[in-house]
């Protein structure tokens, strides 16, 4: 029924070296797990197997005893029973369901035994005894508030709960077996345990088997090892992987024994979903795994776990969204379904509906599913983002190019490159120094020789407002004389292996130790190390890059750490896995949050992540490939992490492993102009790629590229303070924009910046010189180059040699834009703008503007302008204050300090498209400030073709 997952990993380093390149690589699918190699997957497919083969005569173990059912405040609380039959006891499973304002659930099941400590380890182990309670700590931000006017209904065979909005939705919680459906619009949208397969593995003690009696030895005699165990247990589990499980060299020692969860989540009538990042497949899923792992030369189409993981599900149909996030760290594999309902069974197609039918299995933890019942896409990250956090304000800079390479060699190298950009009129913001930058892969020094003067190297970039980043990794190398690993071994803030001793491994510098980050020691020790004291050759405009955090180990089981070693707390890895990554950013961030005086906005990029990652900076996809493959994955995977709340998402521009033909990496900056972190970024062994290297005409179609990017940076500038006072995505799929349109559900190429209307379809295959876009019904877009109208309602083809991006622009908006081209956005900042303006059929369009210094913390004491524009009916533009929830510009004490000082700025250029015909020839546009003063009447040429342009000044 299921059908099975494969993952891929790292090769050690050696390998990484030589392996590569040009030639078609692929993965090495034997260093990764399959399902059948993982226990706790197993053993929960082959329950799930068991419970369809059993059909109707399956009753699922778990009952909610109802004498402990309480209603109180907001909650649900109780005890789930789970019954073992045999006359054996039943296991208590504490349960909570939290109804939470507005009209969010979170449903959290844990176990009586292990919640007490009442359980013995095996092996001595000093590991923690209760399931992991602390994911929250990571993940949540605030206080979420009980629904004030939730109500609950009591009887012996279900628990009934009205909530949400109007007390709209309902909860159904069954006793007998425990499930629970939610109701909204009077249909259930979404059913817990409907199928019969949650399944929370209890401890137990290894009971161990007695010989018989003529299998016992006599003296003399040679011992028999015993056969390796592989009966059958409850519901014909295989107990082999219960105590100890086996991959490669490693062995598992499973102190804890099985302790696995999982259930099945429905989704009736709701045939796509979508989210879950990260992988390399379609934005529609498929069945899927969350172990965050280095995979080295990871494969298209693939349901094999990634670098990042976010397990945020989203069901959609048309009008409706609903979504789960299943809030657990450890090991996650979710089994994806879609299954025809109908009615009469003899109905083929027509009435049938499909459902979604997932199972989610985690190796360890709380089962802690948070439910969010839409009903627009919006609406469920907006609720998501309000409990993870919304994405970081960026620093401007950060969403401007970013030119990087492993490895640029020197510092003359960085500013030869520096000023060769120059030289070109290349526009970028930031260039990147890769790990040989270190004195012997030391993280916080500098290599001497070929780094002699980093501060002089920074400060000629500086001169152009652009920026260094830096790579620092949490692997700290084991080696004399290295004050670092000093101060992390004598105060013991590593990793421990499961002995309790500083664990070792190998990753780039050879030997190494591993911060541990769930250690606020180790927290504090590492904020020290950024200062610039401590950090010695770093000035200000030097920012971080966080890589390898999975963390990625070349010697450990599946390229990252076993799973029995110790965090802080003795909290197990297996227990906190997909957080590592999120604890490393999260400290980096910090560290960099306390170097300036007074703190600026830290960069910091990281490659692993989990939810509540987007709180501190920007991630990328890894280690793609110079293959039109791989920049076509490129845009379902940023798009994927845009719906789950991180929207500051790239990948690497070019290709990381391997050659791009020019055609080729001439495309892919086209499409990096449209993600939202635009880096590019090659392997050591590939050849030097930098913009101006390639020729003409392609450095001139890439500089065109870069700067079409930065004309536009308002309108990303601005899509990314949405993001992070509302959690929207800034790249955004057909569905989630138009989440009527049943046509376009499927659609994973093409996608709107925003709220700008601006509709992208970047060009992903060889040799093209037309795209078809498919557009929504009743729409009208426009060629954002040459305002060319197309008519929605089904797919347009539109011309895309070389030269061309597809990008078209939805009329009724207004878009802004910096039309100077410079060679960083820093000297943007005091350009007039220019509004671009697409009217609808009515003659109207509205947009949005926010500004403010880029890069200080100034913003949340009033420092920025939020401006919305409104055309109306075809003769008025205005100019107001963005008047909502925090944005009125004027309440903090900066605000009119920062107004004054850009005064000096203003919209200088207005393009309307499909101006009124009446506008042909030539005519006054009169100004009006704000308070009614008028600045007098200035002529302007409308042009024929429906196109008007005024220059009028400042606003
Ligand atoms: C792996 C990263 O994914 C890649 O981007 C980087 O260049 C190498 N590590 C070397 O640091």
Redesign the pocket.
């Known amino acids: 029924m299921l059908s099975s997952v494969i993952r891929v990993q790292l090769l050690p380093l050696l390998l990484v070296t030589f392996a590569i390149l040009e030639s078609a690589v692929s993965v090495k699918h034997e260093n990764f797990k399959t399902c059948d190699q993982s226990g706790f997957c197993k053993r929960n497919r082959a329950f799930a197997d068991h419970v369809t083969a059993s059909g109707s005569s399956w009753a699922s173990p778990y009952t909610v005893l109802p004498n402990t059912v309480k209603i109180k405040n907001g909650f649900v609380t109780g005890t789930i029973l789970k019954s073992l039959g045999d006359g054996q006891p039943s296991i208590h499973l504490p349960l909570s369901i939290h109804f939470q304002e507005p009209g969010v659930a979170r449903i959290t099941i844990d176990e009586a035994q292990r919640q007490k400590g009442d359980i013995e380890l095996r092996h001595g182990s000093p590991a923690r005894k209760e399931r992991y309670t602390e994911v929250d700590k990571w993940v949540l931000v605030g206080q979420s508030e009980s629904d004030p006017g939730m109500k609950g209904e009591f009887s012996q065979k279900e628990t009934i709960v009205s909530y949400g909005p109007g007390n709209g939705y309902k909860a159904i919680i069954r006793h007998s077996p425990f499930s629970v459906d939610f109701v909204r619009d009077d249909q259930v949208q979404i059913k817990f345990n409907g199928n019969g397969m949650m399944n929370l593995e209890h401890w137990r003690p290894k009971v161990e088997k007695e010989k018989k009696g003529s299998e016992e030895a006599k003296e003399g005699e040679e011992i028999k090892e015993e056969p390796k165990e592989v009966s059958t247990g409850e519901h014909g589990e295989d107990e082999s992987t219960w105590w100890e499980e086996s991959f490669g060299e490693n062995t598992d020692s499973k102190p804890k024994g099985p302790e696995s969860v999982a259930m099945d989540i429905t989704f009736p009538a709701y045939e796509h979903v979508y989210g879950i990042p990260g992988h390399a497949g379609p934005l529609a899923l498929k069945e899927t795994r969350l172990y965050n792992s280095d995979v080295f030369e990871y494969e298209m189409d693939s349901p094999m776990t990634l670098y990042g993981a976010i397990p945020l599900m989203y069901a959609h149909r048309k009008q409706s969204s609903v979504g789960v996030f299943w809030m657990n760290a450890a090991e996650t594999w979710i089994d994806i379904e879609k299954q025809k309902q109908s009615s009469n069974p003899l109905s083929l197609g027509i009435g049938a509906k499909t459902d979604t039918k997932t199972h989610w299995i985690s190796e360890n933890g709380l089962i802690d599913i948070f439910v969010f019942l839409g009903p627009e896409p919006k609406d469920i990250i907006q609720q998501y983002s309000a409990r993870t956090g919304n994405t970081q304000l960026p620093q401007e800079f950060s969403i401007g190019y970013h030119q990087c390479r492993?490895n640029y060699v020197t510092d003359e190298d960085v500013k030869d490159v520096d000023n060769k950009m120059t030289r070109h009129h290349i526009p970028y913001d930031v260039i990147w120094l890769?790990?040989e930058y270190t004195d012997g892969k030391k993280y916080f020094t500098w290599d001497e020789h070929t780094f002699p003067d980093p501060l002089g190297m920074q400060k000629q970039l500086d001169a152009s407002q652009r920026k260094l980043v830096a790579?620092i990794?949490p692997h700290i190398k084991n080696e004399a004389n290295y004050p670092v690993v000093e101060a992390l071994k004598s105060q013991d803030l590593g990793i421990h292996n499961k002995d309790n001793n500083l664990y070792e491994g190998w990753c780039?510098p050879g030997s190494s130790y591993w911060i541990d980050c769930f250690n606020p020691a180790a927290r504090k020790w590492w904020d020290s190390l950024f200062t610039y004291q401590s950090f010695k050759g770093t000035a200000s405009n030097l920012f971080l890059w966080n890589?390898?955090n999975e963390p990625s180990v070349f010697n450990g089981p599946e390229t990252t750490m076993p799973k029995d070693n110790l965090h802080h707390g003795n909290w197990e890895h297996r227990d906190i896995h997909n957080l590592n990554g999120l604890t490393f950013h999260n400290a980096t961030y910090e560290a960099m949050l306390k170097r300036d005086h007074p703190a600026k906005r830290p960069f910091v990029l990281t490659?692993s992540y989990y939810s509540g990652s987007q709180r501190v900076g920007a991630m990328w996809t890894?280690?793609n490939q110079a293959s039109w493959s791989h920049l076509q994955a490129s845009i379902p995977m940023i798009l994927s992490m845009n719906i789950a709340g991180f929207p500051f998402a790239g990948a690497?521009v070019g290709g990381?492993f391997g050659n791009p033909s020019k055609e080729l990496l001439t495309r892919w900056y086209q499409a990096g102009a449209f993600y939202p972190f635009f880096r590019g970024?090659a392997?050591i062994d590939t050849r030097r790629r930098e913009p101006y290297l390639i020729g003409d005409p392609y450095t001139q179609i890439i500089t065109q590229a870069l700067r079409l990017r930065y004309q536009l940076l308002p309108a990303w500038y601005t899509a990314f303070h949405t993001a992070s006072t509302s959690g929207y995505p800034i790249v955004r799929p057909h569905y989630y924009v138009h989440p009527s349109d049943e046509a376009g559900f499927g659609l994973d190429d093409q996608f709107y910046l925003a709220d700008t209307g601006l509709l992208i379809k970047p060009v992903v295959t060889e040799g093209a010189t037309t795209v078809d876009i498919y557009l929504p019904p009743s729409s009208t877009y426009y060629d954002y180059f040459t305002f060319k109208p197309y008519t929605g309602g089904g797919t347009v083809t539109i011309p895309a040699p070389l030269d061309t991006i597809p990008l078209l622009m939805q009329a009724g908006h207004i878009i802004p834009r910096k039309d100077r081209p410079r060679r960083s956005s820093g000297l943007m900042r005091w350009d007039p703008y220019t509004l671009l303006i697409t009217l609808d059929e009515h003659g109207n369009a509205e947009g949005e503007l926010y500004i403010d210094d880029g890069e200080s913390f100034d913003y949340r004491d009033g420092a920025f302008i939020h401006r919305r524009f409104t055309f109306s009916a075809g003769r008025e533009l205005r100019s107001s204050n963005f008047a909502s929830g925090i944005d009125v510009q004027g309440s903090g004490k900066k605000a009119k300090e920062y107004a004054k000082r850009m005064s000096g700025v203003g919209v200088e250029k207005v393009i309307i498209v499909n101006a009124p015909r009446t506008w042909e020839g030539r005519g006054t546009v009169v100004v009006q400030e704000e308070g009614g003063r008028r600045r007098g009447g200035q002529r302007c040429s409308f042009s024929a073709g429906r196109r008007g342009e005024a220059r009028i000044g400042r606003w």
Request: proline share 0%; hydrophobic share 40%; charged share 40%.
């Open positions: 492993w890769d790990i790579i990794d780039w890589d390898m490659r890894g280690d690497d990381f970024h392997h």
